[in-house]
């Protein structure tokens, strides 16, 4: 197995499907469209998505962008991991839905060794054609583990990638159990970055508000967190580069039905892609799930008025 196998794929499958499992029990078909009548059997599109905020709000912008471009468009959020998404793209319950590069790979060959956002997406087009899929352009935005540190403890010690880790050796680091034995966690960035005087310091929450706090507080001086997270923004964080590509990139890309393809269609995608930052994921995760608590809906439609796609 290689080093640098997606722990987060196998833990998300766990958390996402039981999520799944609750709502199936409550609202009967989990595949079935949500609004609209495009399905397996008609002429539309049926966007879908994985069932946590960030992959809603992107659903939406790619729903609505299509919709401003006359496409007859449906939507079927909130679905569940990949062993849910993919049966549901191929059986025509969902027809497109945003997904990320690299843990898309992954689902296909565990053992990949591609880590640029270039080298994984040539990867995916022959992946994805084994169950008549498609990936157009991928957006520059990435939703990814990232090696975080304060910007008082990085401005003190001149940190701007892993590797300056080397000279604040020993410290300690804060992320997901799994971390200690992941190809990108503690043994990569012994071999890749050779930092290995580090103490590391398991919390359950992925990056949550318990490894933010421990972070904040010198708990831990680095710590793994997702590159969307809006903490970055509110906490003032900083995510180290990774010049050696320790990290597989994530980048938002489309996954659609070959049935679907359409040049029209790639343009409007792409238009999307084209746009589409990691900043601009933060500002929208931080109006849907922090204070202001608007729709995923609204936030897709403000976002895409202000870039003038719709």
Do not use: H
């Not at 999520?19 to 008609?42: F, H, K, Q, W």
């Not at 939406?60 to 939507?75: N, R």
């Not at 849910?84 to 790979?105: C, F, H, K, M, R």
Request: with cysteine; proline share 5%.
């Amino acid at each position: 197995m290689s080093m640098f196998k997606k722990g987060r794929i196998a833990a998300g499958v766990v958390a996402v499907g039981a999520i799944v499992a609750l709502a199936g029990c409550a609202s009967g078909d989990p595949t079935a469209p949500e609004t609209g009548s495009a399905g397996a059997s008609g002429d539309g599109i049926v966007v879908g998505s994985f069932a946590f905020p960030e992959s809603e709000i992107l659903g939406e912008i790619y729903a609505q962008a299509l919709t401003a471009q006359g496409f007859d468009v449906s939507t079927k959020f909130n679905i569940g991991p990949r062993q849910q998404t993919i049966p549901a793209l191929q059986d025509g319950s969902i027809n497109l839905i945003p997904e990320y590069n690299g843990n898309l790979l992954a689902y296909y060959d565990t053992e990949f060794a591609e880590r640029t956002t270039e080298d994984v997406d040539a990867a995916l087009v022959d992946a994805v054609a084994a169950d008549d899929l498609v990936v157009y352009a991928s957006a520059e935005a990435e939703d990814k583990d990232a090696y975080v540190v304060t910007s008082e403890f990085a401005s003190a010690n001149n940190l701007t990638s892993i590797g300056d880790l080397a000279a604040v050796q020993p410290f300690s680091l804060g992320a997901n159990p799994q971390f200690a034995e992941l190809g990108y966690g503690i043994p990569g960035l012994a071999s890749v970055y050779g930092v290995s005087d580090v103490t590391f310091v398991p919390y359950e929450d992925y990056g949550g508000p318990d490894t933010v706090k421990a972070l904040t507080d010198d708990t831990v001086q680095v710590a793994d967190i997702y590159t969307t997270s809006p903490d970055l923004k509110a906490k003032d964080l900083v995510v180290l580069e990774d010049p050696e590509n320790l990290i597989a990139a994530q980048n938002v890309i489309p996954l659609l039905s070959s049935k679907i393809a359409s040049d029209e269609l790639q343009k409007a995608l792409d238009a999307v892609s084209a746009e589409l930052t990691t900043d601009d994921l933060i500002d929208l995760r931080n109006r849907v799930e922090g204070d202001e608590k608007a729709s995923a809906s609204t936030a897709a439609k403000d976002w895409l008025t202000e870039k003038g796609l719709i």
